[in-house]
């Protein structure tokens, strides 16, 4: 495993310096460390690390929600409230619809598994958007009109939909019904989660205000707190519905809201946290692609994502209208509405372990568009940021 890890370090730091001197997001590089040294290429990366890689994943992706909430202030989302949660949900349902429609006529799969591979699909990227819009936040680029805070909290919430949508044509799919009811998980998920992070981060801050202990150890009570929250979704899901994702950036916020002075000190620590967290997220997602199965997909495949992928943006900008967004701001929110990742890595192989005759096309189109739109979509934010957006 040492070995490994080493491997991992050392290839993917010295890639991403070289991606960096020609102005390519690093992230890029270790993906490609991840491919590079993953199970279909080389097969560098130790079993006990790919074994436990779902986890490992989940833990850089909790690094980066937690310095989300404590980025995200409230008074700032109150003024984007309608253009935010437009983005939450349309650009993915208009997404997981034309997907759902249009692949069964072009693949030979069912309408059902259609829209399952359209559930997995849709997601926008946290783990890509949510580190450039803190930096935007950081840098007052954009923020006279709140666009970071509106796609940082669209994004994360974007997210959870789209499991939800994932999960209700999973059952259906096992099951042979629709079960209507479940439709209305979604707004309860999004209520309790947030019930459930503010009062976390209301007992925290009372902790750290009344207990003095050094930053370094508040930041590994949050992260236990955190996993405790991602655990505790794990157990009741079949009683109550919560994301535990929600909840961690509602927690972080609520410190920002409650204890700024904090949230400020305690920004800084988890951005170191997450440069390392970055490169395993990545090249853990990188380790799951199968060169040789993305070139079977073949070009209709790449055609399918890329067709998806202009109907989101221009839903993106439809959704953005009448919101005081100039034509560049709108440009910009289409592009951090590119970039697909997190949630096509931790779920892209879930229909292929159910069983599912579409399983393995699902999976590798879900590869395939991580590849296709997070470079595309990191490096579209990264280089138009400057020309696109306003910085004060």
Not at 159 to 171: E, K
Not at 223 to 252: H, N, P, Q, T
Not at 343 to 371: C, D, E, H, K, R
């Amino acid at each position: 495993m040492l070995y490994s890890i080493a491997l991992i370090l050392i290839v993917s730091l010295t890639l991403g310096l070289v991606f960096e001197k020609i102005k390519i997001p690093g992230l890029i590089a270790f993906m490609i460390t991840g491919i590079i040294l993953g199970p279909y290429v080389f097969d560098k990366i130790s079993s006990d690390i790919l074994n436990i890689s779902s986890d490992l994943r989940k833990i850089a992706l909790i690094a980066i929600l937690i310095r989300a909430g404590l980025s995200l202030d409230l008074k700032d989302l109150k003024k984007v409230g309608r253009p935010t949660i437009l983005l939450s949900f349309i650009p993915t349902t208009v997404e997981i619809v034309f997907i759902g429609l249009v692949s069964p006529l072009i693949f030979n799969i069912t309408s059902l598994e259609g829209f399952m591979l359209g559930s997995i699909v849709a997601a926008v990227s946290p783990a890509v958007v949510v580190p450039r819009m803190i930096h935007l936040i950081q840098n007052k680029t954009g923020t006279d009109k709140q666009i970071p805070q509106m796609i940082l909290a669209a994004s994360s919430i974007d997210n959870i939909y789209a499991i939800v949508i994932f999960a209700i044509i999973s059952q259906a799919y096992q099951t042979g019904t629709f079960v209507v009811k479940q439709l209305f998980l979604f707004p309860v998920t999004i209520f309790s989660s947030l019930i459930l992070g503010i009062l976390i981060g209301l007992l925290l801050v009372y902790i750290f205000k009344k207990i003095h202990v050094r930053d370094t150890i508040k930041v590994l009570i949050i992260f236990g707190v955190s996993f405790f929250v991602i655990v505790f979704e794990d157990f009741i899901k079949d009683y109550f519905a919560i994301s535990g994702l929600l909840a961690v950036i509602a927690l972080g916020s609520t410190i920002l809201k409650t204890y700024p002075v904090l949230a400020e000190r305690l920004t800084h620590k988890f951005s170191k946290i997450w440069v390392a967290a970055e490169i395993m997220l990545f090249v853990l997602v990188g380790a799951t692609v199968d060169v040789s199965n993305i070139r079977s997909a073949g070009l209709l495949a790449l055609a399918l994502i890329l067709a998806s992928l202009s109907l989101r943006m221009i839903t993106v900008f439809i959704a953005t209208s009448k919101t005081g967004l100039n034509t560049k701001e709108k440009l910009f929110s289409c592009l951090a509405y590119m970039p697909k990742a997190t949630v096509q890595a931790a779920i892209g192989a879930i229909p292929l372990s159910m069983g599912v005759p579409a399983g393995n096309l699902i999976l590798t189109i879900s590869v395939l568009a991580i590849f296709v739109t997070a470079p595309i979509g990191a490096i579209g934010m990264d280089q138009l940021h400057k020309k696109l957006l306003k910085t004060t």
